[in-house]
């Protein structure tokens, strides 16, 4: 089956403890992107990335990394979480420019 | 830059109405729209999608949408909605950042559509 994983879908955590949220496709998509969703502001674009070692900020990349060592995984990490990066985070991936978004199941992130 | 307007943030209607869900972007040169739907605790699921030709674009659970380029909109339609049509619906357009390079999905801030019996 064609999907997006992303793990886990919800954490708890404490201000400055570094986290990672793992995000695998399993589709052969070129195009990855991490987006953060919040009450009436719609997704925002975090990172994205075209391929293998590229990858770019999106709008809102403050206090986010990102790395594509491997075409199919594209993990999101928090180096030193803080309270305003508490979010419902998805990643999403395609195939190419006219293609549509499959995106994850969401991972909702609490930092306290 | 792109940017997306979606006119209303909460649209109640009751059950077999229709509906329409307004969606306006702020450029019209070579645009790519989708809309997409998210369940609540799901993902975001794409509903439809205009790339070229007919204006009039069919999606799935028998949503519509009709590209309007003088209007610079694209309005999501049903004619008569069920009570599993509540969802969020996001419209979003596709922006090339780079020419021959990367672009994105800009999204709207999503109007939340509630199907009352």
């Known amino acids: 089956e064609a999907q997006v994983t992303q793990n886990p879908r919800y954490l708890i955590t404490v201000t400055g403890k570094k986290l990672t949220v793992t995000c695998s496709q399993n589709?052969?998509?070129?195009?990855m992107s991490w987006y953060r969703q919040d009450p009436g502001l719609g997704l925002r674009q975090i990172y994205y990335s075209m391929n293998v070692e590229v990858t770019d900020k999106g709008d809102v990349p403050e206090g986010y990394k990102v790395s594509r060592k491997e075409k199919r995984n594209f993990p999101l990490i928090l180096e030193s979480p803080s309270p305003n990066q508490t979010s419902l985070y998805f990643c999403?991936?395609?195939?190419?420019?006219?293609?549509?978004?499959?995106f994850g199941q969401g991972t909702r992130l609490t930092v306290v | 830059a792109q940017s997306v307007t979606q006119l209303d943030s909460q649209v109640p209607v009751f059950e077999e109405a229709p509906v329409e869900l307004r969606c306006n972007y702020s450029?019209?040169?070579?645009?790519?729209l989708f809309w997409y739907v998210q369940y609540p605790n799901q993902g975001l699921q794409l509903l439809l999608k205009?790339?070229?030709?007919?204006?009039l674009v069919k999606g799935i659970n028998g949503f519509e949408a009709e590209f309007n380029k003088s209007q610079t909109s694209f309005h999501l339609r049903k004619p008569s909605v069920h009570i599993s049509d509540t969802a969020e619906y996001f419209c979003a357009v596709r922006e090339r950042l780079t020419q021959g390079g990367s672009e994105k999905l800009v999204f709207g801030k999503g109007t939340k559509l509630t199907v009352n019996p």
């Open positions: 999403a991936s395609r195939l190419g420019t006219v293609t549509e978004a499959f």
């Open positions: 205009y790339l070229s030709g007919s204006t």
């Open positions: 589709m052969n998509h070129e195009y």
């Open positions: 450029s019209s040169v070579s645009v790519y």
